[in-house]
């Protein structure tokens, strides 16, 4: 009896390990009230809120920045309940308007505002950038040149221990290693500056 109890609770653990590694989240933000913040989400820097669009992937509710921040400021709103280390995150964009910066990105491995990696596409620079943002402070760690098309596109990374990979509409564009955020951190959304974009899909799995 004691020998079958043993390898019961050893198949739970097992199973619950195996369950916390591949921890999976989603939102389409269609239950969420449009004109508010969606829920579990902060509104860090910027202007988020959900507004209705009828060109959503899934219809008809988005999460949106509105702001036209200034040209320093970085867009951001996290998802407040995660917490992911190892990650492999997918959100569906569209740049809507800005004149000094468009589109956006994934942010993952979040500790605060300040601190964070960023892959982002810039519809007006045609070219998708994986960034650390430290304090505040950005720095680029590499960039692929992709020719902007209108619509929604979708962005994927995959983070495991220090390898990164960054794909648009579901090309490897950006490979890369980097240990400046080695723990657990949250998941989140980006823009910058006036960049005034939608976002719609965004799911994640991974290890917390």
């Known amino acids: 009896m004691r020998n079958i109890m043993t390898f019961f609770l050893g198949f739970v653990l097992v199973v619950s ?3 916390a590694q591949n921890a999976k989240m989603s939102w389409n933000f269609e239950a969420d009230k449009v004109g508010e913040i969606a829920k579990g989400f902060t509104n860090d820097v910027g202007k988020w809120e959900v507004v209705a669009d009828d060109t959503a992937p899934s219809k008809s509710n988005v999460l949106a920045q509105m702001a036209k921040s200034l040209g320093a400021a970085f867009n951001l709103t996290l998802a407040s309940d995660t917490n992911y280390k190892d990650v492999d995150i997918t959100v569906k964009m569209k ?3 800005g004149s ?3 589109g956006g990105g994934i942010v993952w491995r979040a500790k605060d505002a300040k601190n964070y990696y960023v892959a982002r596409y810039n519809p007006l620079e045609d070219n998708y ?6 304090n505040g402070q950005r720095s680029e760690l590499k960039s692929a040149d992709i020719p902007h098309t209108s619509g929604w596109h979708t962005l994927r990374v995959t983070m495991t221990g220090d390898h990164i990979e960054c794909y ?9 290693k980097d240990s400046t955020f080695k723990e657990a951190g949250k998941i989140g959304l ?8 939608r976002f ?9």
């Open 17 to 19: 390990s195996v369950a």
């Open 95 to 97: 740049a809507i308007a």
């Open 100 to 102: 000094t910066d468009q």
């Open 129 to 134: 950038r994986l960034y650390h943002v430290v």
């Open 168 to 176: 648009y509409d579901g090309k490897n564009y950006m490979d890369v």
């Open 190 to 197: 980006w823009t910058k500056a006036d960049a005034q974009t």
């Open 200 to 208: 719609d899909d965004l799911a994640v799995s991974g290890r917390p």
